[in-house]
C-alpha cells in the first residue's frame, strides 16, 4: 500500500509560479512511475507529468517547456515545478503511482486545488 500526500496548490495570477509535492509513504525507488494528473471542471483527467524510477520524464503537451517534475530520494518526495501558468491550467492536481510488481496497482492522492485567476 503507497500513501501519497500532496501540498503546495493555491490560487496564483497569470505568469505565475507554484511548485507542488507529493510525498510518498514508501522508497520512491519502488515505485515504477510518479507524477502528476489533473482534472478540471467537465473535462478528463490528463496527463501533466511523470517520471520513472530510473529518472526519465514525459510531459503533457499542454504543460512542455513550462513545467518541471523532479524528486528528493531522500525524502521520497516528487516536485512539480509549475512556471507561466495560464488560466487554463486552473484544475485540482492528483499525485499518482504506479508500483508493477507483484502485480500492478495504481495508486492516487487526495488532489490539490490550482487556481489561476487575476
Known amino acids: 500500500q503507497v500513501q501519497l500526500v500532496e501540498s503546495g496548490g493555491g490560487l496564483v495570477q497569470p505568469g505565475g509560479s507554484l511548485r507542488l509535492s507529493c510525498a510518498a509513504s514508501?522508497?520512491?525507488?519502488?515505485?515504477?512511475?510518479m507524477g502528476w494528473y489533473r482534472q478540471a471542471p467537465g473535462k478528463q483527467r490528463e496527463l501533466v507529468a511523470v517520471m520513472t524510477s530510473g529518472g526519465s520524464s514525459n510531459y503533457g503537451r499542454a504543460v512542455e517547456g513550462r513545467f518541471s517534475i523532479s524528486r528528493d530520494n531522500a525524502k521520497n518526495t516528487v516536485y512539480l515545478q509549475m512556471n507561466s501558468l495560464k488560466p487554463e491550467d486552473t484544475a485540482v492536481y492528483y499525485c499518482?503511482?504506479?508500483?508493477?510488481?507483484?502485480?500492478?496497482?495504481?495508486?492516487w492522492g487526495q488532489g490539490t486545488q490550482v487556481t489561476v485567476s487575476s
Open positions: 499518482a503511482a504506479v508500483v508493477s510488481t507483484p502485480t500492478r496497482s495504481d495508486y
Open positions: 514508501v522508497s520512491i525507488f519502488s515505485i515504477n512511475y
